[in-house]
């Protein structure tokens, strides 16, 4: 079996706060403004606004070209008993979404269809079939969420088939849109709304928003929707700026008040307190075991545990997606290892890794492709080998956009469609070497010159040595003050430097590294997970990137280093 360890990763440590913005920050501690100037705050308003949660800009809902249409097409259809069908997709956001509209559909009175597609045998989002389907069972309107932005034929043939369609969707418009009855998407052309990273599940909760203010409800408020929001926006890694971040950060305190049930027993197969759950439980945790039922079968168990009320019924499902999670890891790292022997196989000359099997999973593909590129640090593409075709994820490098890549060999594919990192694509066999030949080129061209080492952002420095048993609850108190972290807002990352290693050992069948490290007269215990490889390279004393981390083990609390990454330490003359 070839072994191939992570490219090493270049620190960036942010430089000190200049003292002009340390002044303008000067009410807040320390190291709380110097993380606030990592993540490019400078004024005292600005930074109270983050520390808060408030947005920057306008939060009115009828700002969203199109919401006017959707509201008052949605409200004819209520007011006159018609039918409707909540269109979602298989991944944690779609199926968020689809619980919010369901159950505020629900409790204005209103009975919806929920249709959420097979990811093996329809795939992404409306297809004819489905929508014939609607049709026969009397729909009369199709709202989708978290989809549809691209279904040009599909809304064409609900239109034709006598029923109005409702398009919600965040992901990027083609040059085309649907004839739909209204579309709300804050990307698309001419449209004002001044936050443009909502997930699907946000724009959701927008269109809820907009109805109960425009048709208000007694006792239904859209604000009590806010966990899906949080839980649907963490999970399928949208930006956690500005909006986000507010809705994020208000749907953990609704999610802690533990009112959904489902939410609840999940947390309990999970091992996570509900009550103090955050933002990293959520993209850790939780998304994973509601991903794997779309992975693996059908997302509709998903969606039964988020709209189950009953103790036993959402007891019975936590238990089988956790199950199915632990299935779908070890399906994951297997196509890890088989991808990465075929890659290496195949040599350097490819610079956009590829590799493919029938019996790779089509639903884990994209999780194993995510773990290459972490590995290798090349745009990454891994597929499953149909009879006819080959369905494919695609994860990409921050210097290399992976949808303008496959733009150009729109010619050769029969589906393909994603964001900046991360793409899905389905091409004929016959078309296959000549497409791996031509992005092949792109990506040479496009990486020509660009130093390829994966970078490492630190937020400061720290000499473990002088940091106290005493300052470690404030250090954890101005961390927080982030939260919630995700993507385009991280965590915080410290650096520690010359720490001696004590009692090195591997965990897990070597996937993860435990040790405790000395510095000065203080000892740290600290994990490294997924760093067993680690553990043979090992010098007497190391450097670190890590965060500072509350270990729960058998009800009690300790304190631990959670590490990053590891260098060996570098004697200074």
Request: hydrophobic fraction near 40%.
């Amino acid at each position: 079996m070839t072994t191939i360890t992570p490219i090493p990763k270049r620190w960036v440590i942010t430089p000190p706060i200049p003292e002009q913005v340390n002044q303008a920050l000067g009410e807040f501690s320390p190291l709380l403004r110097q993380l606030l100037f990592n993540r490019g705050i400078s004024d005292a308003k600005t930074a109270w606004a983050y520390v808060k949660g408030q947005s920057s800009g306008s939060t009115a809902p009828f700002l969203l070209k199109g919401m006017k249409e959707a509201i008052e097409t949605l409200h004819d259809a209520i007011e006159t008993g018609q039918k409707i069908a909540v269109y979602g997709d298989y991944d944690v956001d779609g199926v968020a979404s689809s619980a919010l509209l369901f159950e505020f559909l629900r409790d204005i009175g209103v009975e919806a269809r929920v249709y959420i597609p097979s990811r093996f045998d329809e795939g992404y989002s409306l297809n004819n079939e489905s929508v014939k389907t609607l049709a026969d069972e009397g729909i009369h309107l199709i709202i989708t969420v978290d989809c549809g932005i691209k279904s040009i034929a599909e809304v064409r043939l609900a239109n034709t088939l006598g029923m109005r369609v409702i398009v919600t969707d965040h992901h990027l418009p083609g040059e085309t849109l649907p004839e739909a009855s209204a579309v709300v998407n804050p990307k698309q052309p001419g449209d004002v709304y001044p936050y443009k990273d909502f997930a699907g599940v946000g724009l959701a909760y927008k269109l809820v928003q907009a109805y109960l203010s425009r048709y208000p409800h007694e006792n239904v408020k859209a604000d009590h929707w806010l966990d899906l929001v949080a839980l649907g926006t963490v999970a399928d890694m949208a930006p956690l700026t500005d909006e986000n971040r507010v809705l994020v950060k208000a749907g953990l305190v609704n999610m802690r008040q533990v009112n959904r049930q489902g939410l609840f027993s999940l947390c309990q197969v999970a091992g996570i307190h509900l009550e103090k759950i955050n933002s990293g439980d959520i993209g850790f945790a939780i998304g994973p075991r509601l991903n794997a039922a779309g992975r693996l079968e059908t997302a509709t168990d998903a969606y039964h545990l988020l709209t189950a009320t009953d103790l036993l019924t959402a007891g019975m499902l936590a238990q089988k997606l956790d199950s199915h999670n632990k299935h779908r890891k070890e399906v994951m790292e297997d196509i890890q290892t088989r991808s990465l022997e075929m890659i290496a196989d195949a040599g350097a000359e490819r610079m956009i890794a590829f590799a493919a099997a029938p019996d790779f999973n089509p639903g884990v593909v994209g999780l194993a492709a995510s773990r290459v590129v972490e590995t290798i640090y090349r745009p990454t593409i891994i597929g499953h080998l149909g009879e006819e075709a080959m369905t494919a994820s695609c994860r990409s490098i921050p210097e290399l956009n992976i949808v303008e890549a496959l733009d150009t060999c729109e010619d050769l594919l029969e589906h393909y469609g994603g964001h900046r990192a991360a793409a899905g694509l389905t091409i004929r066999h016959d078309k296959l070497p000549t497409f791996l030949e031509r992005i092949n080129m792109y990506v040479q061209k496009a990486l020509e010159g660009i130093d390829l080492t994966p970078q490492l952002k630190i937020d400061r420095e720290i000499a473990l040595e002088r940091v106290r048993p005493e300052d470690v609850p404030g250090i954890l108190e101005d961390v927080a003050a982030l939260e919630p972290t995700g993507s385009e807002n991280p965590g915080v990352l410290f650096c520690s430097r010359n720490c001696q290693v004590r009692n090195p050992r591997a965990l897990s069948d070597g996937k993860h590294l435990k040790m405790t490290l000395r510095t000065g007269n203080r000892e740290w215990d600290t994990i490294a997970f997924g760093q067993g490889y680690q553990l043979e390279n090992l010098t007497e004393e190391i450097d670190i990137a890590y965060y500072f981390d509350i270990n729960v083990w058998n009800g009690r609390q300790t304190m631990q280093l959670n590490i990053r990454d590891i260098r060996p330490s570098v004697s200074v003359a």
